[in-house]
């Protein structure tokens, strides 16, 4: 399934072979939630953005329409009618950080939907069933997603808790892909390691969940507050003990400078709902910066959001009249905007994999690693 081509230092170039086609790494997921993405992108736009990879919850497809609805549809490929890969999150972060009650047991999770307050129980067989049910190419395994900080002893319990749970996983779907109903009876199983910022915590479970074989890896339980610099040391420590001929995912990171740390770092999948999500509120990635769409030096600058950018929205609008839609309003400011954002992850990860297949990679980093997460004043976006 994964095949390394080239290496960088730690850095990584592959490419990851599934049933719904062949996806390059490293690789940004766009995260279509509930079937689509926010800001009123359809699976055609996701084509016209370069997406390789859509990301869909299983927890909220499980509330809302129900996983059974989409199966009935033909899974996400028919229901969407996004037709390369998908992954599904495995809805554990959701049950613990959206659920107002919930109780965990051995068994799994009890908990209370935020749609309606119905009690829902998800342990991980449901988790895996959900996942068959929905057809993703990619599922992930369903763990306990701890809060930082958390007390050792407490995370200790937790990552014990989640390898039982991931080997449960991998029976169930062991099970369910040789039924001969099942919609896509090929998906991939990921595990999950977690273990909060306790780097010994992290390398032993990492350890332990090696030794199950699985289709690739995550890291989870990042990007949620902790400092940067914690999250990069964790990966240093984790990297290592990450089988190298198995994909690595590091989960819900990031911003772009995030992403091209992270890469020479060793890791190859990531996802994050950073780009729809900020541009919706008018803020947008370029390769000098990040610049806030809503600036008053925009009201007559006919300039595309970035030069040179090939993106649906600045092949063919102006910064001034995408500034005069969120003023006015008008929910295409936002639709613009994402496109733009999304277009930019998915050509900042083709230029990663082109400049890891030229073998100069950390050029690329030391130009713009820095200037990626800086936001630029608007005094240095005057229009001519």
């Not at 990450?242 to 740390?261: A, C, D, F, S, W």
């Amino acid at each position: 399934m994964f095949e390394l081509l080239k290496t960088e230092n730690t850095a990584r170039r592959g490419v990851f072979r599934t049933v719904h086609g062949d996806f390059q790494t490293p690789c940004f997921m766009n995260v279509a939630t509930a079937g689509a993405i926010k800001g009123a992108l359809s699976a055609r736009d996701l084509e016209a953005v370069n997406c390789q990879v859509m990301l869909c919850n299983t927890y909220h497809l499980h509330v809302r329409p129900g996983d059974h609805i989409v199966r009935t549809m033909g899974g996400l490929q028919g229901f969407t009618g996004w037709k390369r890969p998908t992954l599904t999150d495995s809805g554990g972060f959701q049950v613990f950080s959206l659920a107002k009650l919930r109780k965990i047991k051995e068994e799994g999770v009890t908990f209370q939907s935020h749609i309606d307050g119905k009690r829902i129980f998800m342990g991980p067989e449901e988790s895996m069933r959900i996942q068959s049910n929905l057809g993703s190419t990619i599922a992930m395994a369903f763990d306990e997603c701890v809060e930082n900080p958390a007390p050792y002893k407490y995370a200790e319990q937790s990552c014990a808790r989640t390898t039982r749970w991931l080997k449960r996983c991998k029976e169930e779907m062991a099970r369910l892909n040789s039924l001969p109903d099942t919609i896509n009876p090929h998906q991939l199983l990921f595990g999950i390691n977690q273990g909060c910022t306790f780097t010994g915590l992290r390398e032993q479970h990492m350890d332990e969940i090696a030794e199950l074989d699985l289709d690739g890896y995550a890291i989870g339980g990042l990007a949620v507050g902790e400092p940067t610099e914690v999250m990069y040391d964790i990966i240093e420590h984790v990297e290592p003990r990450m089988p190298k001929h198995k994909i690595r995912y590091l989960m819900g990171v990031g911003t772009p400078q995030n992403i091209v740390e992270a890469v020479a770092r060793g890791i190859d999948l990531f996802d994050c709902v950073m780009p729809s999500r900020n541009a919706r509120h008018a803020t947008v990635f370029t390769m000098h910066g990040i610049m806030h769409m809503t600036n008053q030096c925009f009201a007559t600058d006919p300039r595309p959001i970035e030069e040179g950018c090939q993106c649906p929205t600045c092949r063919n609008f102006s910064r001034a009249y995408i500034r005069h839609l969120f003023k006015a309003g008008e929910q295409l400011a936002g639709r613009l905007a994402v496109q733009h954002n999304l277009w930019f992850y998915n050509n900042l990860m083709q230029q990663i994999r082109d400049h890891l297949d030229a073998g100069d990679f950390a050029e690329f980093r030391a130009q713009y690693s820095a200037s990626l997460g800086r936001v630029i004043p608007a005094s240095e976006w005057t229009a001519p």
